[in-house]
């Protein structure tokens, strides 16, 4: 019984400090996610583009990506980017997440396009649209909706995973539970305080996925 | 026989897809305001043919000529030659995030530049023209197969082709709903349209078409009035295939 009233004790006498850590995991997540949005989109682009050092580039991107840990990646490039130049951590850190959630938002853009029925090109180059401008309005409209769901995923896991940048000293989330548990040697009820906070983002995610695949289904 | 200029030539084209030789030295003429129906057994390279004459496939030798300008694929942009040839496909191919108003005002804005609200009265007269003034605004999934059709071919019009490629626009669609769609081509021929229609809609070949084409393995093998074709013709081949569908 004492257990639980210490665990609701520090749940509540740690909020302020957690809706800082909150804060910052939303802003990580939102500004890597966004970078590997448009970096995925870049890297399919080079993907499908049937040239074969374009090809090949990407190719070499995902595998290194695939290849190695993401903790590796975060810290490659905090010590690469801080060597080179001033940069704070928040960016450094964004990099790291980006550079690699962009890797598997590539592989996820990249089925969706190929999944579009090849007559939706066809048609559109039929009517004198150009290859991009058949890309831009007519494919990657409808891959983007097919994206959805695998894309909600990953961006679950991307949120999940900005936990590591704590690593690099960023006081967010589970920065902010491993510091507060160690400074007062009581770690399992910030832990489980941390385990929440991910539960409810992830919740708020899932659920205003669902809703937008829902809304996109009905005009189709 | 119609008099006309040649609206589209073809002088000894040849199209292989690595070691397969689908198109073999064709040659053809369809003069202005023609309508050739194109028949032959599946493999043939009908598709291949229409899909070279506008440049969805690239010849590997041979001529085409546009309103008799030769089209070379190195000089010409194709997509302003792509502009002229419009293109009606066995599944339609409508955009499905788009409505049916969108679907058909979508190139002439993004390509010609046409103003929206020029687009979308042009868009509507042709929705009009074809049957579906009631179906602006909705998504084509909501359309039956020959709606679709009558969309995709007032989505080609909005271009204002100068000739129109149909591959078997009518042999993904219920029996019941392939007179409606034969009935907007007819009337698209009857206003002078240059057309080139796969189809082996014997009916329509014959009402409807000055001229047909029989190929067979990628050669055309006989041409001629539909009348006469249908009725006598003079190849073996021709025969053997017509009795072959009929
Ligand atoms: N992109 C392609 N790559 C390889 N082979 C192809 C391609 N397109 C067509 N072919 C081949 O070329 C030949 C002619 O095909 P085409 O589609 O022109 O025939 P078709 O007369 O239209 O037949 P159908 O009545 O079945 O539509 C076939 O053997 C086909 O498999
Ligand atoms: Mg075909």
Redesign the pocket.
Known sequence: MSAIMHFFDVFINSFDVFLNGLWITFQLSVASLIIACIIGLFFALLKISNIKVLVWIADAYIWIVRGTPLIVQIFILFYGLTDIMLIPMFWAGVAGLAFHSGAYIAEIIRGAIQSIDKGQREAGRSLGMSNGLTMRRIILPQAFRRAIPPLGNQFIIGIKDSSLVSFIGMQELFGVASTMGSNSFDYLPYFITVAIYYLFIVLVLTVLVNKLEKKLAESD | MQQGEDMIKVTKLNKS??D?H??KDVDLTVKESDVVVLI????????????CLNFL?IKNSGKIFLEGEQIEEETHNLNTVRERVGMVF?HFNLFPHKTVLGNVIEAPTQVKGVPKDQAIQEGKELLDKVGLGDKYDVYPSTLSGGQKQRVAIARALAMKPDIMLF??PTSALDPELVGEVLATMKELAEEGMTMIV?THEMGFAREVGDKVVY?HD?KIVEYGIPNELFDQPKEERTKAFLSSIL
Not at chain 2, 40 to 51: D, E, V
């Open positions: 897809f690595g397969l689908v198109l032959g057994a599946s493999g043939s390279g009908k598709s291949t043919l229409l899909r496939e066995q591959d078997e796969v190929m990628g």
